[in-house]
């Protein structure tokens, strides 16, 4: 209940990892999510942080990134979820624990769009777009 309907905060220019953070947290843990991008010293009090060094909220924690640590904390039990962690552990940090290269094209792909200029909320918006997608595909 205390993440419901919730303004959930991240650092601007989102990458894979809180892009597909933002899709778990909308698709499986709060529905009506609001996203709102600050540095790290400007989180707005309410606000629930993600992909932040933060002390609260959620990010890495040990070796998992930002959007496994919101799988676990939340217990998602969803098959293609977990091989979206995989995925996104992957091409976010960089260490091919799982195998997975799905994840640095949609990286590429973020970092492209990020170059061109377009604004914070719409690389957000675009990058879950793209982790649906994958969310679908992984359901083969």
Not at 56 to 81: M, P, S
Not at 92 to 101: A, M, S, Y
Request: overall charge neutral; glycine content about 10%.
């Amino acid at each position: 209940k205390e993440y419901k309907n919730r303004i959930w905060v991240t650092r601007p220019r989102p990458g894979v990892d809180r892009c597909a953070s933002a899709w778990l947290i909308r698709r499986f843990i709060d529905r009506k999510a609001r996203f709102a991008f600050a540095p790290e010293d400007r989180v707005r009090a309410g606000a629930v942080p993600f992909d932040m060094f933060h002390e609260e909220g959620f990010g890495h924690r040990g070796n998992d990134c930002t959007f496994e640590t919101l799988e676990k904390q939340f217990r998602i039990r969803d098959a293609r979820v977990a091989v979206i962690g995989q995925i996104i552990h992957d091409a976010d940090l960089l260490d091919e624990r799982f195998g997975h290269k799905e994840g640095y094209g949609v990286d590429e792909i973020l970092k492209g769009w990020a170059r061109q200029g377009i604004p914070d909320d719409k690389l957000l918006e675009r990058g879950m777009e793209l982790i649906e997608g994958l969310y679908h595909a992984a359901g083969k």
